[in-house]
């Protein structure tokens, strides 16, 4: 039988449908899927479904399909979402990207992606395939139904640490949830419903079971472990695309970097429909399959910072990842990786009950100053002005906590040892204990502090202060007694050694009047710390800094930067490393703008 050949659609709003034909039809075809392929104008306002899913392994061995007789290959999660969306006795027209579209044509990709919002917000509905039947995840489906009808009637639950939870909580880890493109495919839809395992529940009802863990105070606890971010950004989208409150395209690629792609360039197009049309007439941007990963990154970082006038795209180029895209210019992000580290300015708090919103802070390391970057050399060249204020003196190692299971208790104790054991190391380095002043005037223990947490201090200044002089007491009172139990090895290497270590810290703690509860307050402001290095320049300042920076790296401020940059000489040029938090500095405390001067990146 012979491949099937595409026709050529006539119109720039014209689109394929399949209508995929049911079980009975194909009874003399050993039920093998059939489908035929029509043509259709979006301005006639089709009836269809769309179906959001994932393509799957790309090097899985491909399946086939019969489209108007002739054979199709698709890949094996499309062919178990055919089968299961396939009714018995009625045909269902659908529209599918990997059949809808003439992947082997570029042309034709370029053309169709615009249409990708108004094919998925016009669809009747939209359906979320999950994947293939798995226990867990079918268990979590049927748990997610009963809270979200607790939601509204006030059933009552099973306790966190119930295997139910659990279920519920995987369903959020299947692929699908980490796939670029289901952002927008969700959040123009009009209707969405998840399918799988045989069950069907719509993504509000979804949602509402999400939010209702929240407000109990359960999703917290399996965050660390089930990255479940992802579910507040996609909702968020939706939110925002239905109160038509549009971002601009650098504010979404920041927000949805850790999404996934097949096609690297598909990170820089999937989110092109959900920006706001005026940032994208003024940034120049289309579609352009036919360009390599590495120019259309580099014109997409050309695009921002010409047009913007601010460094705000600096956020994202410290990733530390493995990257298939290693020609890229030092100041050009890769948005094909994503390394987990916040950026300083949209650090995304996550606290249960309440909406999830981007949080900027007030930075003005150059005042009010702005950018007039130049570009030269085919655009592998950045001149921007500025100055260099310091070097890097010390440098201390990166924190990457090590999320636990949050009901091993063992385990937690094992991670709380270890991190007093880590910030001994910060300590030493920000000289918390000397007798001298910061060089702003005020206690080195105050500037450390404010340094772990980024300057980002949700419930102001004086709130800020008590929970981490409360939180800096426990850590003592804790390395004290582990201090004295490490004098035993024996015990010291017994798990419940260090739970009754930890206990005893806490009675220890409510004795001197502290109060405990107090002690995951200031944590929760430290997100900023994460995968980032403390440092300590030749002048005495001390801050945060990309992981990748090192000794003898330099510290600059650049007109239209809102942070300091941690910059690296390479013979007559220079290399960005990434943004930095370094007290003292951040409202423009020291720049002087007369002291800038071109300096070129690349």
Known sequence: MEQYCYRLLSKHDTIRLIVL??????????????????????????????????????????????????????????????????????????????ICINQSDIDERNRQLPL???????????LIWLGVESADVKDGLEFAKTVARNSEVGEELPPAFDGSWRAFFAVFQRPWFRRIWV????????????????????????????????????????NASFDLDRVHSIERARVEYCENNRQSLLKLLLRHRSQEATDPRDKAFALLGLADDADLRNLHLTPNYQGTVDEIYTNIAVAILSKDRNLDLFSATHTYCASPVNTLPSWAPDWSTSD???????????????????????????????????????????ALSGYIIDEIELVGSTFAPNFQDPFNIGEQCNQSVFHLDFFSEWEKIAAIHSRTTYVTGEKMLDCYWQTLSGGFLPGGYRLAREEFYTHHAMTHTVRFLATLGRLVPFLWSKPWFKILLVAVA????????????????????TASSHLRRIMRTQKGYIGLVPRQAQQGDCIGLFKGGKLPLVVRQNGH??????????????????????????????
């Not at 959001?52 to 899985?60: E, I, L, R, T, V």
């Not at 370094?582 to 690349?602: A, L």
Request: contains cysteine.
């Open 116 to 126: 990708m919002r108004s094919i998925y917000h016009q669809s009747q509905y939209v």
């Open 340 to 382: 987990g580290c916040l950026p300083f300015r949209h650090l995304e708090m996550h606290h249960a009950g309440e909406r999830a919103d981007i949080c900027c802070l007030g930075f003005r390391a150059t005042g009010d100053s702005t950018s007039s970057p130049q570009f030269y050399d085919g655009n592998r060249r950045l």
């Open 183 to 222: 952002i927008q495919e969700v959040a123009v839809s009009v209707n969405a419903w998840v399918i799988c395992c045989g069950l069907t529940i719509s993504w509000k009802e979804l949602v509402r079971a999400f939010q209702c863990s929240m407000d109990l105070g359960i999703q917290p606890l399996y």
């Open 573 to 602: 040029l220079w290399q960005l490393i990434g943004e930095a938090y370094i007290h003292g500095v951040m409202k423009g405390e020291i720049f002087e703008e007369q002291e800038c001067e071109m300096m070129w990146f690349c």
């Open 506 to 525: 806490v009675t220890t703690m409510k004795i001197r009047g502290y109060n405990i509860q107090e002690l995951g307050g200031f944590k929760e402001n």
């Open 21 to 98: 034909l049911p079980w009975i039809a194909s009874y003399e075809n050993d039920f093998e899927v059939e489908c035929t392929i029509i043509h259709v104008d979006l301005a006639d306002n089709p009836q269809y479904a769309a179906l959001s899913y994932c393509w799957g392994d790309s090097n899985a061995e491909p399946r086939q399909i019969f489209c108007d007789g002739a054979r199709l290959e698709v890949t094996q999660n499309l062919y178990s979402a055919l089968c299961e969306l396939r009714d018995w006795d009625k045909p269902r027209c659908l529209w599918i990207d990997a």
